[in-house]
């Protein structure tokens, strides 16, 4: 869990810090699935 957490804050601050991402998002890298979609396909079961 301690992992997770460390790898959450370091994502968050990376975002803060001006992060520019190596491909940015187009039709072609974005996916139609929204947030809560994913959130309960992937993440609600492993709660």
Known sequence: ???RCEALLGVSTG???GFVPERPRSLVSTKPTT???WARQELAPRL
């Open 1 to 3: 869990m301690e992992q």
């Open 15 to 17: 975002l803060r810090g």
């Open 35 to 37: 947030l809560r979609a």
